[in-house]
């Protein structure tokens, strides 16, 4: 079945510091979201990427579409203390409905 | 209204009550999700519709059941839950199966 490994667990970085994590699965995607959940909320949609090697871009976030289609990557440059929170990704393989989620990376960032 | 509103956002109920948690989606989508979300562990799918009809069921326990009645509104009623079933239950909507789903606040059950 398709997993979805999501790295790093969690990142305690310093403000103005950049941010990248990763997801990548053990099938070829079609389709990779990412996420961002605040304590106590749902998860809300930040970038949706749908074609291999697409670059998209969010403000400070950038998430990228792997050429193989087995993993995406989104950045955070100049992290500021609202960026804290869980972010995750999601995937939808190839003939198939199913999006699967990562386990989610936490954010920290210290002032 | 916008978006995917859930009530409560909060319940505490006795392993012996029942309630029942609401979402509404005000997006014109066809599908729609229950997630259970619990502390360090991936979001788990528990239910899917489409049209209002059920598609998926991933071996939730029979004391969890959905209810669809048009394509904006989803419930899910509790009864005789177990602590283990705290946590927070999420709902989602999608305009039709497996494009990208947009999430409500959630509900944060405590059960005792």
């Known amino acids: 079945g398709q997993q979805l490994n999501q790295s790093p667990q969690s990142m305690f970085i310093q403000e103005g510091e950049d941010v990248s994590m990763n997801c990548t699965s053990s099938?070829?995607?079609?389709?990779w979201l990412w996420y961002k959940q605040d304590p106590g909320e749902g998860p809300v949609l930040l970038i949706a990427?749908?074609?291999?090697?697409e670059l998209t871009s969010n403000g400070r976030l950038t998430a990228q579409f792997g050429i193989t289609r087995k993993d995406s990557f989104l950045n955070i440059s100049a992290s500021i203390p609202s960026d804290v929170g869980i972010y995750f990704c999601?995937?939808?393989?190839?003939?198939?409905?199913?999006?699967?989620f990562g386990a989610g990376t936490r954010l920290t960032v210290k002032p | 209204e916008t978006g995917v509103t859930q009530t409560p956002r909060h319940l505490v109920m006795g392993m012996t009550n029942k309630k029942s948690l609401k979402c509404e989606q005000h997006l014109g989508h066809n599908a729609m999700y229950w997630y259970k979300q619990s502390a360090k562990k991936p979001l788990e799918l528990m239910f899917v519709y489409s049209l209002e009809e059920r598609v998926e069921n991933n071996s939730v326990p029979s004391r969890f059941s959905p209810e669809c009645p048009n394509s904006s509104h989803l419930f899910l009623h509790l009864h005789t839950l177990q602590p283990e079933d705290s946590a927070l239950y999420l709902c989602?909507?999608?305009?039709?199966?497996?494009?990208?789903?947009?999430f409500g606040p959630g509900t944060r059950l405590t059960v005792l």
């Open positions: 099938s070829i995607f079609n389709t």
């Open positions: 989602a909507s999608s305009q039709v199966l497996g494009l990208e789903q947009f």
């Open positions: 999601a995937g939808r393989a190839l003939n198939n409905n199913d999006m699967r």
């Open positions: 990427l749908y074609k291999a090697g």
